[in-house]
């Protein structure tokens, strides 16, 4: 027993004497082999998948006798350090050199996608190890190196891989969001608006605010604003991210993530926490991003838009939160500036949403701008003067009830609207009839002038 316990001693100090530093280890590669070995990889297999695991075995055998407890490492450090964890501890040289093999062909983008899944993967299969009690000395280091290299260098491989991480549930919970925010952090040096993409639509909803769930835990929420706080503070953030607030098509931040931040920034005054200032202090650089893609004929995003602004202002009013209020009621206003159509849909929100109607009409009064451009459209023109007209709420002054004096005042904000249109159009005063006239009139003038043309 004595000589057992004796060899097992000998066994462990030996290998406490192979393990070695990242850095350690990094040193040792020489990137003239590392070449090689991707070389040689090209040219004895053709499949993708093949390829890119012959370039992640060599970074596991390389590195295998590392001490690396990413684990700790990642529930304890913040993400400004876990950022350039393990890549700050790769020399240039062999950074540069798998950087240069990954962008030769034929290996696509879909291959890459694949490829961050199934490290992904590897890493979890790793994490529930080590929870279980599993020895974390030799970790998967090697597969973290090889993993940040692609989506560094291909941080658009992260794109595809956002929906399955965000439905699929064997990648949510607690302990898998460090992860999945280092992950996000590695493209998004290369890929500002990707990583504010990544964020709005995978991260923000985690700590979304509902009557049934107030917010996430502290350690998650802190980890959400940290990520967001880092692509804020980048050189030229805002330029970048105002100007490419549309993502093929699809906004970087969209609506419902929106509401949940306007949520987040302006919560009643008894649910403030510690997180609310710093929530505070992002939100008017990503409502700019939030609102700068809208184009006149998006009318189903802003109608998107102004019914949640609309609700909230409700909301603001009716919880006695005036600040949620009235930025609500601000982002309404824009809505209808920015389309008549939301005059239309109002029509559908009015009546369940009357104290935000009645202040929404209210602040219509001092929009000088709205009154001008649409007495320039006749077809606008009517399109509002519907609404004022269904909005007045007469016959419910006639009736009485509970909400007779909101209607009344409804009805006096909506006749000086109507009064504001005719002084916007000169003193002319806008009617069903002159309406179908004026744009019979627009449509045989354009007749008359293609024909021309063909003459």
Request: aromatic share 8%; hydrophobic share 45%; proline share 6%.
């Amino acid at each position: 027993m004595e000589s057992q316990s004796l060899e097992n001693l000998m066994d462990h100090r030996e290998a406490e004497k192979q393990i070695v530093t990242v850095a350690e280890a990094a040193a040792k590669i020489d990137p003239c082999h590392l070449m090689d070995h991707l070389v040689k990889a090209l040219r004895e297999v053709w499949r993708p998948k093949e390829r890119l695991s012959r370039y992640t075995d060599y970074f596991a055998e390389a590195l295998s006798g590392v001490s690396f407890p990413w684990v700790k490492m990642f529930k304890d450090a913040p993400l400004s350090t876990l950022i350039d964890v393990p890549l700050s501890h790769i020399p240039q040289s062999v950074y540069r050199t798998a950087l240069n093999w990954l962008e030769l062909p034929p290996v696509k983008l879909e291959d890459f996608s694949a490829f961050v899944l199934r490290a992904f993967d590897l890493i979890l299969v790793d994490l529930e190890a080590q929870q279980g009690g599993g020895d974390d000395s030799k970790s998967q280091v090697g597969m973290f190196v090889a993993l940040a290299i692609v989506l560094r260098s291909k941080p658009q491989a992260l794109t595809t891989v956002l929906p399955i991480l965000r439905e699929n549930p064997k990648y949510q919970g607690q302990d898998k969001l460090p992860v999945t925010v280092w992950m996000m952090a590695q493209a998004s040096p290369g890929d500002l608006c990707l990583g504010l993409y990544s964020w709005a639509h995978n991260l923000l909803p985690l700590v979304s605010v509902s009557s049934k769930k107030r917010c996430c835990i502290p350690q998650s929420m802190d980890l959400v604003l940290q990520f967001v706080e880092e692509i804020l503070s980048r050189p030229r953030a805002r330029t970048i991210l105002v100007d490419g607030a549309l993502r093929e098509r699809d906004p970087l931040i969209p609506v419902s993530s929106f509401e949940i931040l306007l949520r987040l920034t302006f919560p009643a005054p008894s649910a403030r926490v510690k997180s609310t200032e710093r929530v505070e202090a992002i939100y008017p650089l990503l409502k700019d991003v939030t609102l700068s893609p809208f184009m006149p004929g998006e009318s189903n995003a802003l109608k998107q838009m102004f019914t949640f602004s609309l609700r909230s202002a409700r909301r603001g009013i009716v919880t006695g939160n005036p600040v949620l209020a009235e930025e609500a009621t601000s982002i309404a206003i824009w809505c209808v500036i920015e389309t008549v159509d939301c005059f239309e849909h109002w029509d559908v929100l009015y009546r369940e949403n009357l104290e935000a109607s009645v202040a929404l009409l209210k602040r219509l009064l001092g929009q000088r701008r709205v009154f001008l451009r649409l007495s320039t459209s006749p077809s606008d023109s009517l399109t509002v003067n519907q609404t004022m007209e269904r909005a007045s709420g007469v016959r419910a002054i006639a009736e009485g009830g509970a909400n007779c004096s909101l209607y009344r005042e409804a009805d006096k904000y909506c006749t000086l609207i109507s009064k504001s249109l005719s002084r916007g159009s000169g003193g002319f005063k806008l009617t069903p009839i002159t309406a179908v006239v004026l744009a019979a009139a627009g449509a045989a003038a354009g007749a008359a002038a293609a024909l021309v043309v063909l003459a």
